[in-house]
């Protein structure tokens, strides 16, 4: 496979994937197939966790919002997110969250893949949340709160669906257009869904809970007194310094994991609490290494800021499917060079060069 | 423009521009000018170098390379460049640097461009080398040596002529057959080339020295017994840890400049030199803060390993460039919602949708 995709990349150029080609690919294959898959990859890659290069993200803060670099690898693939947050661009119409990234060849560096990443964020936060709550929920779990029906939110409910078990929501949003435009998306799915007036409201009988929130400030979306024993938390929302969605007397009473701890004392929930706050990193749950849930009355919190790691799980399954399928197109990301030596090459064209122009013009 | 460029972006996406399309672009404007208004463009954003969140890039090392990505912003832009170095990628056919870039909206995280950066690093690398030649080194200089005579070696040559003066090439690779496409390259230039047996044959009554070699070892490709004094030693091969190209005792007697110290300290020529050894940041030499050369029979050293900032420049004009020329392409490399908040939205297509992409499909 690693030859394959070099030779294409040296014949051929790197492969891009458009958002509607994303967007196709995955109405193509489905979507609850497309979670289980990327959870698949992920749970493959976190249990060769110690294989990988691992960094917090680069992030560059403004007024507005922040610019992320996520990079990963092993010693055969090297990926990188690029992903804003920026919770003011809906007004102007855009994603609060887009993304990009690509998967390189470490042998070479050759950019073999380029992908939007906008959807297939989506897609890995849910997935990635999903299999949090498969390792650390009550098996038994059937109803899920979901705080906060943006753009995140009907892939969480999927994802929980398909992969976790989940029968029931119960959902709240401070926006009700956005609640409602939940409902319509997620019509036809099989899922028994209300519609709540808070976030109590909401919570209360929940087996599991999922806050996915956009807003760049100490929401407190979560207060100790909505808490029930047994209940897992997928915090989804707080995920950058400055932004968290539970008061921190919920994390004291609860087992907290985390994807990758340095990171999470950055940008989790546990940023307030103290540098030995016992957190578990998940992979060390799948590879039985340490223990998940430890009684059906424990609080579980999977406290999740999004990490590099789920990416390049996401773009490998993308770049399969892509070539499985047939999707996307070959582009020159990168010059071919007849004598890689020779960069000047490209730009030396004076007479000669201007001909072959012409002639490839007639010939269009 | 700020306005304007985003306004594009929300209207069809991205702008792409291949590497065959920024080989046009620099065909059309000329090499020379591109190189000048590279300059240009880099000395501006030098002169306002307290504006920028700068960083060291992040490098993921592996046996036969390094992968890196080099983020910079300012109030209003964000860039990065990823770029690799795999001295052993010319015997597969591909060029040992392979680079690729993004300038986005700080505003709103919107990536406005997409750039090929593999040419356009070796444009803007030589023409760094030449603000920093034309700020450090003697006015009347007029011989350069260049030792290296790989991918980059013609487009510092070009810069060193039209930026500086240079009049006379002494040059000098371990593989002839470099030499020799570089003299080819270089027809009709207008420059004096002769080729020479040895690195000290070529520096011998050179004025400046360029060393632009690229083996990831320490090379020594200057030892100090072939320093004269009044040089001005140009060294950019020297670029990450563990790669060095000037004997240490060179740097002992000469005033060593760099772009950004602490980036220098891990990745250039002062790598093994004490965290107290003096140097200078160039813009602070632009800016009239620190002195430059102090007299002509002073050495000089810019101890180049390329800096985030320099792609940020490079980009600006790339784009700007490419906007009047007409060049380059959109892409949907994030999607275009009719509702911000939905994403799912986009993948929700039953019926609907697919009647929609056949409507589609007839039309075409």
Redesign the interface.
Known sequence: MTATALTSF?ASGTL?L???EA?EL??RLG?PLCLQQIADHIRADFLRWPDF?K?AR?A?H?Q????E?M?V?D?HR?S?K?V???PG??R?????V?A?G?L?D??????LFLS?L??TT?LRTAAMSALAAKTLARPDSRVMALIGN??????QALAFQHLVGIETLRVYDVDPA?AT?LVN?LQ?SGLHITVCDSTAEAVRSADIVTTVTADKAMALILTPEMIQPGMHLNAVGGDCPGKTELHGDILDTAQVFVEYEPQSRIEGEIQHKSADFAVTELWQVLRGERPGRTGAEQVTVFDSVGFALEDFSALRFMMDSALRLGLGER???????A????????????AA?GAARDALELAV
């Open positions: 040296r891009y458009s958002a509607p967007a995955i109405r979507l290069d960094s680069t560059a403004s507005g919002g922040v610019i670099l990079p690898a010693a090297y990188f690029y804003n947050g920026h661009n809906t102007l119409g855009l994603p609060t887009m990009f690509v390189a470490v042998d070479t560096g050759a950019p939007e906008t959807l989506a943006g753009a995140q939110s009907e892939f956005a435009k998306n036809g582009i020159a990301l990168i010059p071919q060079l004598d890689p030596k020779n960069l000047f090459g490209l730009v030396s064209g004076t060069s």
